[in-house]
């Protein structure tokens, strides 16, 4: 299907809103080329395509998939990532180079999030010596990476499909000490948004977990209150009962 590369780029090219391109990027953080399309635009384009992608063998996806990635736009790397969600249920060990690759060039939250999170539990959930390269990421110099470690459970503990939460619980303690953000970046700006996010990701999966486990995240949440930030905190209780909120 080389034909949906190409066509794709002649509808970015002519859909183009660099007003819009613009305000993407500031709210993303992202460092990427950006069109300026919305979700909706770039959806009802690629979903056209769906039965052709789901006919392509996983050799075939990934390799069109890698080919927009390098295209190094937003929305190029979305229709990628879409690609490679339609055969998510094929990815296993062997492909973790390339998500790891991949995670590391995301960009911005938003592509990073729409990997990592619906990806890394199917493959978690197929060979656990994969909980290797969560141990080896929350220790990463770059906070992006710290936060795919934190977030790469968070559907598993959702959907309560299992997880080790015993190792989140863990990563997310070891980020109580944020030291290593003022050594590591040299702006503000690069400190603020690496707390952000880290804090933002403990709290939310712990806010997921919420759901199906309220006494696991609440006695989390109790245990450790006056060490993690408000924000994470916050975010980690939203989802509690209010019997456990009462009692935190």
Not at 156 to 177: C, E, H, T, V, W
Not at 190 to 206: C, E, M, Q, S, V
Not at 210 to 229: H, I, V, W
């Amino acid at each position: 299907m080389p034909s949906f590369i190409s066509e794709f780029k002649d509808f970015l090219l002519t859909s183009e809103n660099p007003k819009n391109a613009e305000a993407q990027k500031r709210y993303l953080y992202s460092n990427l080329k950006h069109y300026g399309l919305t979700t909706k635009q770039n959806f009802d384009f690629i979903k056209k395509y769906n039965l052709e992608f789901q006919a392509l063998s996983k050799q075939h996806a990934l390799g069109m998939a890698q080919k927009l990635w390098d295209k190094r736009s937003y929305e190029e790397r979305g229709a990628g990532l879409y690609i490679v969600s339609v055969h998510s249920d094929t990815l296993d060990i062997k492909d973790m180079p390339w998500i790891e690759r991949w995670m590391r060039e995301c960009g911005g939250w938003a592509l990073l999030d729409g990997f990592i999170i619906p990806f890394m539990p199917k493959i978690l959930t197929k060979d656990k010596s994969v909980y290797s390269y969560l141990k080896k990421w929350i220790k990463d110099d770059d906070y992006w990476v710290r936060r795919s470690a934190l977030l790469a459970q968070l559907l598993l503990f959702r959907d309560n499909q299992g997880g080790d939460k015993r190792l989140f619980f863990d990563m997310a303690k070891s980020q109580f000490d944020e030291s290593w953000i003022d050594k590591v970046y040299i702006t503000s700006e690069d400190k603020k948004r690496a707390r952000f996010f880290i804090r933002k990701a403990i709290g939310w999966t712990l806010r997921e977990m919420g759901r199906k486990d309220p006494e696991g995240a609440f006695t989390f949440l109790k245990e450790n209150k006056d060490k993690m930030s408000g924000l994470s905190f916050r975010d980690g209780s939203r989802r509690l009962p209010k019997s456990y909120k009462d009692r935190l």
